[in-house]
């Protein structure tokens, strides 16, 4: 479409062919902001059979289908929120579902509760698990552990058992094919939060983690014993267990040295441990689907998505699936229990994300569909990585989206900045930033200083700067764009969710002079307020949370006056621009009334606040609707104070 206008407006001058570019007709904002057509592919262990989870952007379903051949079942799920498909055997699937609720006789606020279904999908019957057992909520504290003990399926789940009105979280085994249900009482404690189990169905391993104190404490069964061989003062969290070795035996801790670098650590029956290599700098581990053995993991190295197989036979069945997709990125979705089929995720910077499935017997590859239905080459926006310098030296990454079919000069710019605050942006498909370059913007999302994936010393260079080097770090950004001839410096919003919605409402109130609106999407605006309220969810308790929020913030505590300085709500009166606030109802990570309390502050002091509210929406916006209606209630606030043309 670009060469026909270029070739019919070669005589007009610039500013008319730009005109021409700008009056093509948009992509619908639906084509992002819908729930993706395709959410998940699982491959059965025996590779004949997918599971798939599709959508028509509101409702979810259900499809079995063959490999080869047509579909076997199906089911509508609905506005359920389905956040995850396993298969157990060749017959059973165990769905992951969640739901917002305050439980009678629990302390706390409401909070996001998970629940596992056994669906058989020969018989249609579906079972809730964990259902009428004494002394025991149905709600699921981990992912489901799916075992075959004598060619019988399974699965080992996590739960709440109360002994002396106290939740502890105990181990229980539930064969499907009988739905006989065993709790397993092998040492629970109060502290416990994590277990293992192996390949034959017995527990071996058991996480336990004093959150007042901040303890850690790794276990071991030997024998008809438990036994302590690790521990560690971990004030931010537990270390939990990552899985199985290389051998299949051996349990596997990602921990922090005496140094504070990452290390992965394996530890025998006995309690001797030893360190895998460093270089490995893996982020993410793959295990055996069979022996549950420690097969390599992957990495983001640079804008790489790189995948490291111990074994050279699997290191080239992998290249080999991602060499059928060069240029693309691809990542490991599913795969058959002996590995010989691969459902990958091809991510095309021009096309989009879709699945495809790899068959390495045939040396074949078969498409299985876009993740995102309608999406087409014309309404995905060119992303390239850049690299600026922040005003004190430190170098920043991001990625910048360009509007398709417009000249890079004097664009007006979001910047889009991710949650966490130790999360980051990643290389590949982003629905949110797709959707505003759509609209003519340019979008930059910077991996401010406090982000993963840089090492620790980046990630350390954030603590205390909440508000502060974090917020500058943007228009950090922006300045540098600028001065490039890339964006227009007097057209700029700041746009997020999360954290990134904090960063939107500091950067109205605490980095004035660069922004002409701000979208906060689920952002805090009260810091105290905000502590207390993760106080609340701990029942009143000193939790790792609010050890980890305190770290960036810079706090000695819920009480120190200096979060004053650095909170939206509390320096309202120094917002210059118009603000919308977005927040779902049901948001259990940062509470509706951080909203709340942002929009009355802002009311109050005289200055221009939009507030929309997501009825029945949590934190990640797991509905279709609300997810669109976020996105058009954003988009139409930026156009209007911040015109794309």
């Known amino acids: 479409m670009l060469k026909s206008i270029i070739a019919a407006g070669a ?49 979810r379903f259900l499809s079995i289908r063959q490999v080869r051949g047509g579909v076997l079942a199906g089911m ?28 009678v006789g629990l302390m706390g606020p409401a909070r ?34 799916v075992r075959m003990i004598n060619s019988e399926p399974v699965v080992f789940l996590e739960g709440v058992h109360f002994v002396n009105n106290v939740g502890l979280d105990t181990l229980f085994r539930i064969n499907l094919n009988s739905g006989a249900t065993r709790m397993l009482d092998y040492g629970a404690q109060v502290d416990t939060d994590g277990w293992l189990v192996d390949a034959k169905g017995e527990p071996v391993a058991q996480s336990l983690y004093n959150s007042e104190r901040g303890r850690w404490t790794l276990k071991i069964k030997q024998g008809m014993s438990w036994r302590a061989i690790d521990e560690a003062i971990t004030p931010m969290g537990s270390y939990g ?96 229990q002996d590995r010989k089929r691969v459902v990958a995720r091809v991510d095309s910077p021009t096309m989009g994300p879709g699945y495809t499935l790899v068959d390495l017997n045939t040396k074949t590859a078969d ?13 995905i926006s060119p992303v390239r990585p850049i690299k600026y310098k922040a005003a004190d030296g430190l170098e920043i990454n991001g990625y910048l989206t360009l509007p398709k079919g417009r000249d890079p000069k004097n664009l007006p710019l979001i910047v889009l900045p991710h949650g966490g605050p130790e999360g980051r942006d990643t290389p590949g498909f982003d629905w ?33 700067e909440w508000g502060k080097k974090m917020q500058t770090d943007l228009s950090d950004g922006v300045r540098d764009l600028a001065k490039q001839g890339i964006i227009d410096p007097k057209r700029v919003c700041i746009v997020g969710a999360s954290y990134g919605g904090y960063a939107a409402l500091a950067g109205a109130t605490l980095d004035n002079g660069v922004y002409r609106c701000a979208v906060s999407v689920a952002g805090p605006s009260d810091l105290k307020k905000m502590l207390l309220s993760v106080r609340a969810s701990h029942n009143g308790a000193v939790s790792a949370a609010q050890r980890y929020w305190l770290r960036f913030m810079g706090a000695d505590g819920i009480r120190d006056p200096d979060l004053a300085a650095i909170s939206p709500a509390q320096q309202a009166a120094k917002a210059n621009v118009p603000v919308m606030l977005i927040h779902g109802k049901d948001d259990t990570v940062v509470r509706y009334d951080q909203s709340q309390i942002m929009a009355d502050a802002l009311k109050k002091a005289g200055k221009p606040v939009e507030f929309i509210t997501l009825d029945g929406e949590d934190h990640w916006l ?15 606030f930026v156009e209007k104070h911040n015109p794309p043309e």
């Open 432 to 464: 949110w930033s797709q959707a505003l370059a759509s609209r003519g913007y340019a979008v930059l999302q910077p991996n401010f200083r406090g982000s993963e994936g840089y090492g620790w010393d980046f990630v350390q260079a954030g603590f205390g």
């Open 241 to 336: 267990i990552a899985g199985f070795g290389r051998d299949g035996k051996s349990v596997l801790v990602w921990r922090t040295d005496d140094k504070d670098q990452d290390i992965l650590r394996e530890y025998d029956a006995s309690g001797q441990h030893v360190d895998l290599p460093s270089d490995l700098n893996l982020s993410g581990l793959l295990h055996d689907p069979a022996n549950l053995s420690l097969l390599g993991g992957y990495t983001l190295k640079g804008d790489d998505l790189i995948y490291t197989f111990f074994d050279p036979g699997s290191q080239r069945a992998w290249n080999a699936v991602g060499k059928a997709y060069q240029g693309d990125r691809v990542s490991l979705a599913s795969w058959s």
């Open 76 to 103: 509508n799920v609905g506005a359920t929120k389905l956040r995850g498909v396993t298969w157990a055997g060749e017959e059973h699937l165990i769905l992951v579902v969640s739901r917002t609720d305050a439980v």
């Open 11 to 59: 005589a007009c001058v610039a500013l008319l062919c730009a005109g021409s570019l700008s009056a093509q007709p948009k992509p619908n904002l639906a084509v992002y902001g819908q729930l993706p057509n395709i959410e998940q592919i699982e491959l059965s262990p025996d590779g004949s059979k997918l599971a798939i989870v599709v959508t028509d952007g509101e409702q």
């Open 367 to 379: 498409w299985l569909g876009d993740i995102y239905s309608g999406l087409t080459e014309a309404a």
């Open 622 to 636: 797991s509905r279709g609707a609300t997810r669109l209606k976020m996105l058009t209630e954003t988009v139409a």
């Open 112 to 145: 996001e509760y998970f629940l596992a279904t056994d669906y058989n999908w020969k018989t249609k019957k579906q079972v809730l698990l964990l259902r009428n057992q004494r002394d025991a909520m149905n709600v699921i504290l981990g992912a489901p552990m």
